[in-house]
């Protein structure tokens, strides 16, 4: 078993499910899957990680999920201000899991980056996520 997939399912509702989200973005997108010529901002769901977390003789499972914020505005307010939105809707927060139980979702860094072959602005942003089956 592993958590993976109902974590990224979860996370994706999650965000495409905010209004106030959507109003700051273009779209939600798999890494993997950005539209070609896609219009900036957007964010992806991107690398994850997994290890065994059992406790209580129950298992689970301690994930990161790094989402991407991409943006073309000059400087980092856009890139800021849709990573205090998915603060507010994914640190400290519970997640919908279809079969497993969440112990918590924390926000653990984000980085400012230049991206050095075009004039965009993007920022990596981690999430700590436990689970128990």
Same mark, same amino acid.
């Given at each position: /078993? ?5 974590? %990224?399912?979860?996370?994706? %509702?999650? +965000?495409? !499910?905010? =209004?106030?989200? /959507?109003? +700051?973005?273009?779209? &939600?997108?798999?890494? $993997?899957?950005?539209?070609?010529? %896609?219009? @900036?901002?957007?964010?992806? &769901? !991107? #690398? ?11 298992? !689970?499972?301690?994930?990161?999920? =790094?989402?991407? &914020? ?17 603060? %507010?809707? +994914?640190?400290?927060? $519970?997640?919908?899991?279809? =079969? ?9 860094? $984000? #980085?400012? +980056? ?8 993007? /920022?990596?942003?981690? @999430?700590?996520? #436990?689970?128990? #089956?």
């Amino acid at each position: /078993m592993t958590s993976l997939g109902e974590i %990224q399912r979860a996370l994706y %509702q999650r +965000l495409t !499910g905010d =209004t106030t989200l /959507m109003n +700051l973005v273009k779209g &939600i997108f798999d890494a $993997s899957s950005v539209p070609d010529a %896609q219009t @900036y901002p957007y964010v992806t &769901i !991107g #690398e994850a990680t997994e290890v065994p977390f059992h406790s209580f003789q129950r298992r !689970g499972y301690e994930a990161t999920v =790094t989402l991407h &914020i991409w943006s073309a505005a000059k400087g980092f307010k856009e890139a800021q201000a849709i990573l205090a939105r998915l603060n %507010q809707i +994914l640190d400290q927060q $519970s997640l919908q899991l279809a =079969t497993m139980t969440q112990v918590g979702c924390w926000y653990e860094f $984000s #980085e400012s +980056l230049n991206d050095p072959e075009e004039d965009v602005r993007h /920022m990596p942003v981690r @999430y700590r996520i #436990e689970t128990q #089956e």
